[in-house]
């Protein structure tokens, strides 16, 4: 195949490596792409339909080889069994992207006589891939209403564009001339410049960190996110999805820097450093459990990973990691699964329902883990209906009762560690978590739901890439998730 053009990393990245001819190789084995409008290979000219093709096609093969690197293999279906998901590379008006279970979205915009199109980037084509790998991997993380399990979605887009950046020799060799001891700041660690640039150009220097969208390396530290505004500068935390998930990119990112900095100050050390990290936490993000602390959740299982795999060489560099952004990670133990009593027949998901406390009826969703830390373990999820009085009257939500089983076959033996769900605790937040994306414009109503209720009006207008919809279920108003942005 001919080579094409492709601008590595982001078009507005500052000392990067220059654009450049490439041959565009494959996905990997198993889950794919199909980017549209199609294009035959060449050198297009930026803002075209054909180079957007190549780039983004080039941005998305990077990404899912990467991503079976640091997991050991490639990512075999989409969610929901899918083997092709679509992505279209010029879907309208607007500063953003967007993913859907039916596919990848990036916008295109002018101001000013400039035009930016997000699928030029490769930090924001990767970011956007990274939610679509999650998903597949904890698709019980979607129905999750808790701000942090949303900034966890989109830490791990922001964590995939940086691996996928340091998987390249070209990216690393001018990382580490720019900064040897990565304690400066580089084009790697700048999230998205380009789309950054834009936001700052529209809508003025508050809205947008210095140089970037985003900066991998900061010194955000955690606090309680229902605690925080739903949306502040761009250099203090919101309780904003976006705002509050640089705390974990920046505590991943100073994983891969503590570990870097135990070798030589080299290109090849920085690429492994990265692949470490990585693993670490493509292990971590399948055994996690879907709640509202999870950032922390991830933490300690990425020091139980390196303990459990790789003989807790780099523990210490994990826990500084999360310590420099306000998270105590202790040391790795196991959690024992209590068996379940059997004293009734079946696949044990009768007794799994009363010990979380929900209707002998009620769906149980189960995500299995496929990870080599645990065998026959899977995430079980129920829900129950809360009423969001006093934040979208007249409108439920469902809240999910979490817990990790073991199982054989296909009966459930056992429940892991704790039970998620089943408090007030868990209500306010997502009584949090809704607030929150009511102030940001993340709640469109449906004109079914509409009809329905007198639904006093969201207080702000709802964006384009809305998270979240009003939507009647069973008869009832009820909020829902339809995508990350
Ligand atoms: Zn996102």
Partial sequence: MPPVTFIPNDPLAVNGPPQRSVSPGTFPAGA???????????????????????????????????????????????????????????????????????GLQFFSHTFNGSTVHASESVDVVTHEEGHAILDAIRPDFWSAPFIEIGAQHEAFGDCVALLTAL???????????????????????????????????????????????????????????????????????????????????????????????????????????????????????????????????????????????????????????????????SAPAASLAVPLERRTRGDGTKELRARLGVASGAKIEVTPVDSDMHDDFAHVTAFRSLSLTGVLPGVEIPVPVTARVTRRGTSITGVVGDIVGASANVDSEARAFVQTLVSNGDVRVNATAARRIALTAPQVTARRTATHEVRTVGGKPTLVRVGFA
Wanted: charged content about 20%; some cysteine.
């Fill in 32 to 102: 794919k792409f199909n980017v549209i409008p199609i294009a035959k290979p060449g050198s297009y000219m930026p803002h075209t339909p054909e180079f957007d093709y190549w780039q983004a096609l080039c941005a998305l093969i990077a990404g899912m080889r990467t991503w079976a690197a640091v997991d050991g293999k490639a990512l075999a279906k989409w969610q929901g069994n899918r083997a092709n998901l679509p992505v279209q590379t010029n879907a309208g008006d607007d500063l953003n992207a967007f993913y859907d279970r039916n």
């Fill in 167 to 329: 998987s390249d020799k070209l990216i690393t060799d001018k990382v580490v001339a720019a900064t040897p001891d990565l304690s400066g700041k580089h084009f790697v660690e700048s999230l998205a410049e380009e789309l950054g640039d834009a936001i700052r150009r529209e809508f003025g220097p508050d809205s947008v960190e210095a140089g970037a969208l985003r900066h991998a390396l900061n010194t955000f530290r955690w606090v309680d996110p229902t605690t925080l505004p739903p949306s502040a500068t761009a250099d203090k935390l919101a309780g904003e999805v976006h705002s509050f998930a640089r705390v974990f990119v920046g505590a991943f990112y100073d994983t891969i820097r503590n570990i870097y900095a135990t070798g030589p100050k080299t290109s090849a050390n920085l690429q492994a450093a990265a692949q470490r990290s990585g693993s670490l936490l493509a292990a971590a993000m399948r055994t996690v459990p879907a709640a509202p602390r999870i950032f922390e959740g991830v933490g300690k299982r990425m020091v139980q990973a390196e303990a459990t795999l790789n003989k807790g060489k780099y523990v210490a560099q994990i826990q500084a990691a999360f310590a420099a952004h306000g998270m105590t990670i």
